[in-house]
């Protein structure tokens, strides 16, 4: 089974992967991850990659894709793929169709988690962590149990990501719009895509997904 899991950032794609990966012994492949990992273990196409981002210029199709022919190429026949953060292009989609081909796979899935973009912005801007020991909250779904105590580690340190703002939640949407939007005719037309309620309940949501896969 070979699935791409769309949906904008903070939709819960991360989440869902891991929850693939452990009940259906799948394996994601994020584009991020792998491009770390390539750099850091110095491969082919991760020394090609960090030189394009020592320059300051973002990673080509041409060098993403590449990643992902090497990891495909690395696992086990049998074992499925989670495609996360990938295509993010007609061209890459072009090149994952060939990439399958090559090593005898097929895609079966294209799941997109949709959301409300102002509940999405809800859900971000409001979550912060411990400090101390990471322990993740959110102001209104899931604050500590005492006001300004970690409910883990008793820290009164908390942390937000400078990111989790409205105006980069809103931006990272219209981006995401439209890089998705130009890939998803293809794939309708294959009569692949499913939908998705990505606000419902990580449990109901992870529901839905293995209903798809059945």
């Known amino acids: 089974m070979n699935i791409i899991l769309l949906g904008p950032p903070g939709a819960g794609k991360g989440t869902q992967s891991a929850g693939l990966v452990e009940r259906h012994g799948m394996l994601q492949l994020s584009t991020g991850d792998m491009l770390r990992a390539a750099v850091k273990a110095e491969t082919p ?4 990659a960090k030189a394009v981002m020592d320059r300051g210029e973002l990673v080509s199709d041409e060098i993403v894709s590449e990643l992902i022919d090497a990891n495909l190429a690395a696992m086990d026949a049998g074992t499925g793929a989670i495609f996360d ?14 990439i ?5 796979r097929t895609l079966d899935h294209v799941i997109e988690l949709e959301v409300n973009e102002d509940a999405l912005v809800e859900r971000i801007t409001g979550r912060f962590s411990c400090a101390k020991c990471g322990a993740l909250y959110h102001d209104t779904a899931n604050p500590p149990a005492k006001e300004g105590v970690c409910d883990s580690c008793g820290s009164t340190e908390f942390k937000r990501r400078p990111d989790d703002n409205e105006e980069t939640v809103r931006t ?6 439209a890089k998705t939007a130009p890939i998803l005719p293809g794939y309708e037309a294959r009569s692949i895509v ?3 309620d990505g606000m419902a309940g990580i449990e109901d949501v992870a529901a839905a997904i293995d209903g798809i896969l059945s």
Do not use: F, I, N
């Open 172 to 177: 990272r949407m219209q981006e995401y719009r």
């Open 100 to 104: 399958l081909a090559k090593h005898g």
């Open 194 to 196: 499913t939908r998705v």
């Open 85 to 98: 953060g990938y295509p993010r292009t007609e061209a890459q989609a072009v090149d994952l169709d060939a």
């Open 45 to 48: 196409v991760g020394v090609k």
